[in-house]
Nanobody, 115 residues
Framework: QVQLVESGGGLVQAGGSLRLSCAAS????????MGWYRQVPGKQRELVAI???????NRADSVKGRFTISRDNAKNTVYLQMNSLKPEDTAVYSC?????????WGQGTQVTVSS
């Protein structure tokens, strides 16, 4: 079992920055991929960025050049640095961890970008 706890969401003006953190606990030695997804009410959850245990990353086209994902394996923590935020980035951001064929999710943190 893996537990994920997110922090760092909030309200920011357009053009501003936020940093999300997600700390994993439990069977962390078995985590492969970690990352972030986001969801707006009435829409499907979408991938924001993911990172493997080896550091390979993948990001949605909509956030390339603005968001950076990083990972501290020693602290079992994944970060999402979000710069140049836009109103369309407003969503609930959820942390994700993959262990074998099992996906684990955090409780989600709200990010609201005002125009």
């Amino acid at each position: 079992q893996v537990q994920l706890v997110e922090s760092g969401g909030g309200l920011v003006q357009a053009g501003g920055s936020l940093r999300l953190s997600c700390a994993a606990s439990g069977s962390t030695f078995s985590i492969n991929v970690m990352g972030w997804y986001r969801q707006v009410p009435g829409k499907q959850r979408e991938l924001v960025a993911i990172i493997s245990s080896g550091g390979s990353t993948n990001r949605a086209d909509s956030v390339k050049g603005r968001f950076t994902i990083s990972r501290d394996n020693a602290k079992n923590t994944v970060y999402l640095q979000m710069n140049s935020l836009k109103p369309e980035d407003t969503a609930v951001y959820s942390c994700y961890a993959q262990v074998g064929w099992t996906n684990y999710w955090g409780q989600g943190t709200q990010v609201t970008v005002s125009s």
